[in-house]
């Protein structure tokens, strides 16, 4: 069973930046695929970014695409989200998710663990 806990979510302005952390435990982290995924209020949980096990490689959606960044340390059990350019937006409970797979996945589904969720909110 892998637990994760996500820190880092606050309330900032537009054109902030701010870098959201997820820390794993339990299971073995670098066999994980990673992700980041959203859900603001009425909407259903989407995807954000995703990073293969041994963070080789990424994916980003198109709506954060440039101004997100996804990493991990696998030394540390940890994955990490970097926001600039925050917008209105992006408001929204973010998740960090992981799978039994060394791909990551643009995919709900595809994950089996959750953190419980952090609030970002982004004032104009």
């Known amino acids: 069973q892998v637990q994760l806990v996500e820190l880092g979510g606050g309330l900032v302005q537009a054109g902030d930046s701010l870098r959201l952390s997820c820390a794993a435990s339990?299971?073995?982290?670098?066999?994980?695929?990673m992700g980041w995924f959203r859900q603001a209020p009425g909407h259903v949980r989407e995807f954000v970014a995703g990073i293969t096990s041994r963070g080789g490689s990424t994916l980003i959606a198109d709506s954060v695409n440039g101004r997100f960044t996804i990493s991990r340390d696998n030394t540390k059990n940890m994955v990490y989200l970097q926001m600039n350019v925050l917008k209105p937006e992006d408001t929204a409970v973010y998740y960090c998710a992981a799978r039994p797979s060394v791909l990551s996945s643009r995919y709900r589904s595809d994950y089996a663990w959750w953190g419980q969720g952090t609030q970002v909110t982004v004032s104009s």
């Open positions: 339990g299971g073995t982290f670098s066999n994980y695929g």
